[in-house]
């Protein structure tokens, strides 16, 4: 069988933030390869799987010479021979040879750089770009450029000012094709730039590519926002909107959200009151983990009060995970889903739970995390599970912007047969 894994590799690499995370490769029998890099968050959700990290002195404890351990041993010998066409088959072998609920015996970066660095030996050896592959896998007839949110300004965990929401993104929803989209974004985030420095602020750039300017509240970064759209031509609202990533299982303590300067702390109730202000007063479509990880009461009373103008999306709540996706939804907690391969551990299940999310109408949001490489596997998931949406930072940082060219790659090579946007509904 001439697809059947031959060769697995791994290399302890730097990611984004200058810590180390996983390289894999993979070599078939019939020659063909495949390389990943594997992404590591900051704010991470308690319910994720579990990355192996070795601890000890080497690189403050993060080192992955043991996960590199893990795929050149005991993964390369369980895939040894499968067919890497089977991409079920293959990430049941690696979810097996770890055997535990959060993958926290081999690592969840162990099992995910094998499982995408095959994924892309596949596609090779079919002659398919890697989109057109995953398209196959995921059952799609009809791949399609997502609208991207891109975070242009940073606070919470991921810089050093005072704001508490962590992402402050701007969604080009209006374009009519993804290069439209990225340069309205682009030119967005440059009058942005002009504007905060005028305002005197620094812009210094965050983990993800947005600025982190000394702001004191989140409501003059989204005044701000408002105003470069405007200052780029653009209609705040129609051409581009705001999302937001409160990431809020970051200042939950004790049943209280306690953001910086709130020490006193706001129940859930207000933080919903706080939100509706919020998208009354300026274009916000879109709130990721707008209240904590385990506060599923806060939850359905969020979406029950603003489900129905705001996309509530899930992303520490359901960390990718379809039981938590399947809860959630019976109980009525979030309308979307942020999907993150590091999350849940392999290609398959990551298909999962996309189309579970697609059976119950929830959309899906793919996205990187804050530590990411070059890799741009992201870009292509998104098209080919033609989920709509993707989230991969500012156009801004080699890491960040790899997936946003390659969305534009990929567009320009299909020569306008992939649409942009939103997939249609049923
Ligand atoms: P992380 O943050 O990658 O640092 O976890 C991204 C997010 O919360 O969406
Ligand atoms: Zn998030």
């Not at 094709?177 to 682009?186: K, N, T, Y």
């Amino acid at each position: 069988m001439k697809t059947g894994i031959k060769r697995v590799d791994a290399l302890e690499i730097l990611d984004s933030r200058g810590h180390p995370t996983l390289e894999v490769d993979v070599e078939l029998e019939g020659g063909w390869t495949g390389r990943a890099a594997v992404p590591a968050g900051a704010s991470t959700g308690s319910h994720e799987a579990r990355e192996l990290r070795d601890g000890g002195p080497r690189y403050g404890g993060r080192g992955v010479s043991r996960a590199v351990a893990a795929v050149t041993g005991e993964l390369a010998r369980a895939v040894r021979g499968v067919d890497a066409l089977d991409q079920p088959g293959l990430d049941r072998v690696l979810v097996e040879a770890d055997g535990t609920r959060r993958k926290e015996r081999l690592g969840a970066n162990s099992l995910l750089g094998v499982s995408l660095a095959a994924a892309r030996a596949g596609a090779r050896a079919k002659g398919l770009p890697l989109y057109r592959r995953l398209a196959e896998l995921a059952g799609k007839e009809r791949p399609i450029l997502p609208v991207p949110q891109l975070n242009v300004i940073n606070g919470g965990r991921h810089a050093d000012n005072g704001l508490q929401v962590q992402e402050f993104m701007i969604m080009p929803g209006g374009a009519s094709s993804f290069a439209e989209a990225l340069r309205w974004a682009a030119e967005v985030y440059h009058s942005l730039r002009e504007l905060l420095r005028r305002g005197g602020h620094t812009v210094n750039v965050g983990d993800e590519g947005g600025f982190a300017p000394g702001l004191r509240t989140d409501e003059e970064a989204l005044e701000v926002l408002v105003r470069s759209i405007q200052a780029a031509g653009l209609a705040p609202g129609r051409d581009v909107s705001l999302a937001l990533d409160a990431a809020a299982s970051e200042f939950f303590q004790d049943g209280r959200y306690r953001p910086t300067g709130r020490p006193e702390g706001l129940t859930a109730g207000e933080m919903i009151e706080l939100y509706r202000t919020w998208a009354d007063a300026y274009p916000v479509i879109s709130l990721e983990d707008g209240l904590a990880e385990d506060d599923w009461e806060g939850w359905v009373e969020l979406t029950s009060r603003l489900g129905g103008r705001l996309q509530l999306v899930g992303d520490d709540l359901f960390v990718t995970d379809p039981e938590r996706l399947e809860q959630g939804l019976r109980r009525g907690a979030a309308n979307a889903i942020l999907i993150k391969v590091n999350q849940i551990g392999t290609l398959t299940e990551t298909l999962h739970t996309l189309a579970l999310a697609e059976r119950r109408g929830c959309p899906a949001v793919i996205s990187h995390r804050s530590g990411e490489t070059g890799d741009t596997f992201i870009a292509d998931l998104a098209v080919g599970t033609a989920a709509g949406q993707i989230k991969t930072g500012a156009p801004c940082r080699g890491e960040r912007v790899a997936k946003y060219n390659r969305l534009l790659r990929i567009e320009a090579e299909a020569g306008g047969q992939l649409g942009y946007g939103l997939p249609a509904e049923g």
